[in-house]
């Protein structure tokens, strides 16, 4: 059971967990929310861990990594608000999103590491004053 849920919280202690999240990431979560329970055609709460990692993964997804994390972590708030276990949790869903991020062509990658060229040119400039647009200080 979630403590909001619970007979003897103060109002303060309500109020404190209703603030515990930006607005913005209460939107966000209420977005994600809704585009999952619209692709899985049912009530959220129902969700297998199954179908989770489905969505997740779905054909022909550009999702980036970033928005995977965050659709994750709106399933997580919806289940944890209700006091069910989530789905999204699940050690399949999680191996599920190692996979994605693995088998993603544009993954992140090392940049390449500094020549004596670019240091020395870096050095070179790192003391001079610097100037705005137009030559404005």
Same mark, same amino acid.
């Given at each position: 059971?979630?403590?909001?849920a619970?007979?003897?919280? *103060?109002?303060?202690?309500? #109020?404190?967990l209703?603030h515990?999240? !930006?607005?913005?990431?209460?939107?966000?979560y209420? $977005?994600? =929310? #809704?585009?999952?329970?619209a692709? $899985? =055609?049912?009530a959220l709460?129902?969700?297998?861990?199954?179908?989770v !990692?489905?969505? $997740?993964?779905?054909?022909?997804?550009?999702? *980036?990594? *970033?928005?995977?994390?965050?659709?994750t972590?709106?399933?997580?708030?919806?289940f944890?608000? !209700?006091g069910?276990? *989530?789905?999204?949790q699940?050690?399949?869903?999680?191996?599920? $999103?190692?996979?994605?991020?693995?088998?993603?062509?544009?993954?992140?990658q #090392?940049?390449?590491?500094?020549?004596?060229?670019a +240091? !020395?040119? +870096?050095e /070179?400039t /790192?003391?001079?004053p610097?100037?705005?647009r137009g030559?404005?200080?």
């Amino acid at each position: 059971m979630p403590l909001a849920a619970t007979p003897d919280v *103060s109002e303060a202690t309500q #109020q404190a967990l209703r603030h515990a999240h !930006a607005p913005e990431t209460r939107r966000v979560y209420a $977005l994600h =929310q #809704q585009a999952f329970a619209a692709w $899985l =055609q049912q009530a959220l709460l129902r969700a297998t861990p199954v179908e989770v !990692a489905n969505y $997740l993964a779905s054909p022909g997804s550009t999702k *980036s990594h *970033s928005w995977r994390a965050q659709a994750t972590a709106a399933l997580r708030h919806a289940f944890h608000e !209700a006091g069910l276990p *989530s789905p999204a949790q699940h050690p399949g869903v999680r191996r599920t $999103l190692r996979g994605l991020r693995r088998q993603r062509p544009n993954a992140p990658q #090392q940049a390449a590491p500094l020549t004596e060229t670019a +240091i !020395a040119a +870096i050095e /070179a400039t /790192a003391l001079s004053p610097r100037t705005g647009r137009g030559g404005e200080d």
